[in-house]
């Protein structure tokens, strides 16, 4: 079965800092990358997503996240958060082996005003 | 939200008691899933369906059983409720895609099920 690592666990920033959450998955084939945010309190929503093309994905809230096949990595970004950006971030890998999504553990945010 | 509905959104129960969490879905897709989410784990798939009575287990599916009699409804139940289920339930649905790509998952609102 795939697998998807988080590396930090809990990150706190303030506002108007860089933020950028490492995802790595363990499958060599095609895959499809995501990046769910939970808020407090709500269920997992769609942050951006990659299928093919471009390795560098925009997504909503001004978050980006670039795919480096080399790496196995689909490390998440944004150049300024905000407070209400404070929220559970996950990543989660859709191989082309099944119709199974593969989540990682989740990086809690804190944004400080 | 892709019209998913889960059904109770917070229930408790006692040890030992059955409990069934229900989904449900206005689009008629063919995937439908239930994960828990616990703190540290993330969410881990327990049972998973690919359409009406087909259904598969994940990777906790220990304790579980899930049911789909009709394309918009599955079924998950806690055949003797036990502590350790305590948790919060979503359901998801992952849209049309191209074999097994290029598909979205879409997440219902959550069931927090307490076991005392």
């Known amino acids: 079965a795939q697998s998807v690592s988080q590396h930090n666990h809990h990150v706190i920033l303030s506002e108007a800092a860089s933020l950028e959450l490492g995802c790595n998955y363990s499958y060599g084939g095609t895959v499809n990358l995501f990046w769910y945010v939970q808020y407090p309190g709500q269920h997992l929503q769609l942050l951006l997503k990659?299928?093919?093309?471009?390795?560098l994905v925009k997504g909503i809230k001004g978050f980006e996240a670039e795919f480096i096949k080399s790496k196995f990595s689909f490390n998440l970004r944004k150049p300024s958060v905000q407070w209400s950006d404070t929220a559970e971030y996950f990543c989660?890998?859709?191989?082309?082996?099944?119709?199974?999504?593969?989540f990682g553990t989740g990086t809690s945010l804190t944004v400080i005003p | 939200d892709a019209g998913i509905t889960q059904s109770p959104r917070h229930k408790v129960t006692e040890t030992g008691t059955p409990v069934t969490l229900r989904c449900h879905q206005t689009?008629?897709?063919?995937?439908m899933y239930w994960y828990r989410q616990d703190p540290g784990h993330g969410l881990r798939l327990i049972h998973y369906s690919y359409g009406v009575k087909d259904t598969d287990k994940g990777e906790v599916s220990d304790g579980y059983s899930v049911s789909r009699s009709k394309t918009e409804d599955f079924l998950l139940t806690l055949e003797s409720a036990t502590s350790s289920q305590t948790s919060v339930y979503f359901c998801a649905i992952n849209t049309p895609g191209q074999g097994a790509l290029n598909t979205e998952a879409f997440f219902g609102q959550g069931t927090r099920l307490t076991v005392v």
């Open positions: 990659y299928f093919s093309g471009d390795p």
């Open positions: 989660a890998v859709n191989a082309d082996t099944g119709n199974q999504f593969y």
């Open positions: 689009e008629n897709h063919r995937y």
